[in-house]
């Protein structure tokens, strides 16, 4: 697996850009890596030095199209922790 295959996109929520300021970066990432596997996606598409990786599984939320039930998909999420100074310029618009 590649690293561009690793981070799937950036998680831009209003949460996500308040843990920004701390250095805390969120993505949403496949299923199937680890936290090793992320941090040196980072390390690598980045240019940067990640301290740590926090993974948790986010699960789908409950949706009905007109008669039917369903659930919207689960997914990964990643968030990672930089060194201090350290920003990643495509978050923050320049």
């Not at 369903?70 to 495509?90: D, F, H, N, Y």
Request: charged letters at 35%.
């Amino acid at each position: 697996m590649t690293y561009e295959q690793v981070l799937i996109e950036p998680v831009l929520s209003e949460k996500a850009n308040s843990m920004r300021e701390e250095g805390k970066y969120v993505f949403k990432v496949d299923p199937r890596c680890d936290k090793t596997a992320i941090k040196e996606a980072v390390r690598r598409l980045f240019n940067v030095h990640p301290i740590s990786c926090t993974v948790m599984r986010v699960g789908g939320k409950p949706k009905r199209q007109r008669y039917k039930e369903g659930l919207t998909p689960s997914w990964k999420k990643a968030i990672v922790r930089l060194q201090k100074g350290e920003k990643i310029s495509i978050f923050e618009g320049v």
